[in-house]
């Protein structure tokens, strides 16, 4: 099966931090939910369209919607076009976090932390209750580990020299 190197990092990353069983919640191009077995196993996920992605989809696909920036709104109800953009954003994807953060407790049917990660972890985790950790960095943390223990193998001088000149 294929799964994206970021996703796996994440989980690998994620897992080392804070243990499992546990949901990795990526706020990127795609926001994606991958849920990690207490051992570390990886176990499959869910991808959905990420928030920058549907603000621009919004924008392009309705002529007269404006390109707008996601922040947390003071309302739900917007009184006008941007206000209301932005609370359909902020609060769907809110929405969209804790339901599916639900319904993959409830298939998994054991609790599961949530580590949020991606750029807008800290901002969406201000809406929701259901995050229980934000690391921002989770991806690198990934790639860091990764890279501890599968070290870049050393070759001597003489071995360099040897594969210059072949």
């Known amino acids: 099966a294929e799964v994206g190197a970021d996703r796996l990092l994440n989980a690998l990353a994620a897992h080392q931090a804070y243990s499992g069983p546990l949901i990795v919640v990526d706020f990127g191009t795609a926001t ?14 869910v991808i959905a369209p990420g ?40 609060w769907g994807y ?42 921002p960095e989770l991806t690198l943390d990934g790639l860091r580990l990764l890279a501890e223990r599968n070290p870049a193998p050393t070759l001597s001088r003489d071995r360099i020299r040897a594969l210059e000149s072949d």
């Open 51 to 90: 928030i920058n992605l549907s603000l621009e989809a919004l924008h392009k696909a309705a002529a007269r919607l404006p390109r707008i920036g996601i922040g947390r709104p003071q309302a739900v109800i917007g009184r006008s076009t941007i206000p209301a953009m932005q609370s359909g954003i902020y």
């Open 32 to 45: 994606t939910f991958d849920v990690v077995e207490a051992d570390g196993a990886y176990l499959g996920g």
């Open 94 to 135: 809110v929405g969209m976090i804790e339901g599916l953060v639900a319904r993959i407790q409830a298939e998994y049917d054991n609790p599961l932390k949530v580590i949020a990660t991606g750029g807008l972890a800290p901002l969406l985790a201000e809406g929701t209750t259901v995050i229980g950790v934000i690391a």
